[in-house]
Every structure is written in structure tokens, then in C-alpha cells.
């Protein structure tokens, strides 16, 4: 069965300093692997996504990931965080044998101070 | 991208009532919808899974007469909360897939979400 974790509840980040949101994933197969974020009381909104090809996959707002086949790991990261980034981030696995299904990771809260 | 809208946005109603939530794919045809429940600070949880013109595959745990999917056309999904009580009230999250002209692959797009609060 597919799964992923993300290990942190919270991330504490200076506005400036680069930023980590940690995530590994389990799944039979190669992954889709996904990244969302979500404010107060709205959906997800789609950053970036890992199908094939370069492991390093950049997406919205400057945000890019690092898919680790070896780690079985897709950290969301950002060189420099800003206040605005303050969200709900969420790692999503999807199988790629053609199902639909998408499993959510349990969030990571990211608070940037001033 | 496409976009995938949500109605209401917010509910509120009395326990033992009846609320219909809508899920449209605006700019696509939509071959396959998700319902997603969230609770407080915690991640989604799918609750079903619909194809257009067939009935909802629900996920285990899930009860099919408490949450009535519809999914009867492309563009349109509902969730219908069946009498409900105040352990109903969550936020909704629907989403929709189509196949991405680029390659087999997926897209899924997520609504907005509507927040249920049942009294």
C-alpha cells in the first residue's frame, strides 16, 4: 500500500533564511510524487509535481523539490522564505499504474517570522 | 489550469437536515471526481471516488447512505450529507481529473472546499 510521511508537524523558519519541508513516501512502482499548499479555510492549491525525468523539479512561487529514488524522499524546499509562505504544506503520492487514487501526507505547518 | 469550483462555500444547518454540496469542473470535462473530508489541522481523507454515469466507489470506513455521491454529468458532482449531525461538520474538499493533453498522466484539481457546520 502506498503512504507518506511527513515527519515534521511544524517548520519555524526566519523570512530570508532557506526553507525545508521534509517528506518521504512509500509505494510499489515509480511514484507521482506532489506538493500542495493550503491557506486558512480554502483548497489546495497544486506547487509542483514529480512524474519523470530530473530530479530536481521546480514549481510555483520559487518553490522547487528533490526527488530521492534512493531515500524514497521529495523535500519541498525554497532558498528564501518569505511571510506570505506561512501555510499548510501537504506531500501527496499518487502509483502511476493508470489508478487515480491520491494519498495525502499528514501536513507540515510552515511559520515564517519577520 | 483548470479550475474546479465549489457550492456553498459555507453551510450551516440544524441536525437531522439534508445538505447537497456542488462540485464543477469549469473548463474541462472532468472524467473522474474525488471527495476529500478535513478535519481541524489534520490532512485530507478521501472519502469516495466517482465516475460520470456510475455509482461512487466509497473508501472503507465511509458510510454510502450517510454520503451520497452523484456524479451525473462531466462537469457535475454532489455530495449530499444525509441527516446531518454536528460529528458531520468538517471541510469538503472535492477535486477533479482529467487526462492531460501533454501525456497520459492525470491532472487532479482541487475546489475550494466547502465548510459544513452542522448544529
Known amino acids: 500500500a502506498q503512504s507518506v510521511a511527513q515527519p515534521e508537524d511544524q517548520v519555524n523558519v526566519a523570512e530570508g533564511n532557506p526553507l525545508t519541508v521534509k517528506c518521504t513516501y512509500s509505494?510499489?512502482?515509480?511514484?507521482?510524487l506532489f506538493w500542495y499548499v493550503q491557506y486558512p479555510n480554502r483548497g489546495l492549491q497544486f506547487l509542483l509535481k514529480?512524474?519523470?525525468?530530473?530530479?530536481l523539479v521546480k514549481g510555483s512561487y520559487g518553490f522547487e523539490a528533490e526527488f530521492n529514488k534512493s531515500q524514497t524522499s521529495f523535500h519541498l524546499k525554497k532558498p528564501s522564505a518569505l511571510v506570505s509562505d506561512s501555510a499548510l504544506y501537504f506531500c501527496a503520492v499518487r502509483d502511476n499504474t493508470g489508478g487515480f487514487k491520491t494519498i495525502f501526507g499528514a501536513g507540515t505547518r510552515l511559520f515564517v517570522k519577520a | 489550469g483548470a479550475v474546479v469550483s465549489q457550492h456553498p462555500s459555507r453551510v450551516i444547518c440544524k441536525s437531522g437536515t439534508s445538505v447537497k454540496i456542488e462540485c464543477r469542473s469549469l473548463d474541462f470535462q472532468a472524467t473522474t471526481m474525488f471527495w476529500y473530508r478535513q478535519f481541524p489541522k489534520k490532512s485530507l481523507m478521501l472519502m469516495a471516488t466517482?465516475?460520470?454515469?456510475?455509482?461512487?466507489?466509497?473508501e472503507q470506513g465511509v458510510e454510502k447512505d450517510k454520503f451520497l455521491i452523484n456524479h451525473a454529468s462531466l462537469t457535475l458532482s454532489t455530495l449530499t450529507v444525509t441527516s446531518a449531525h454536528p460529528e458531520d461538520s468538517s471541510f469538503y474538499i472535492c477535486?477533479?481529473?482529467?487526462?492531460?493533453?501533454?501525456?497520459?498522466?492525470?491532472?487532479?484539481?482541487f475546489g475550494p472546499g466547502t465548510r459544513l457546520t452542522v448544529l
Open positions: 466517482s465516475n460520470e454515469g456510475s455509482k461512487a466507489t466509497y
Open positions: 477535486s477533479a481529473s482529467s487526462v492531460s493533453q501533454m501525456s497520459s498522466y492525470n491532472e487532479q484539481f
Open positions: 509505494v510499489s512502482g515509480n511514484p507521482y
Open positions: 514529480y512524474i519523470t525525468g530530473d530530479n
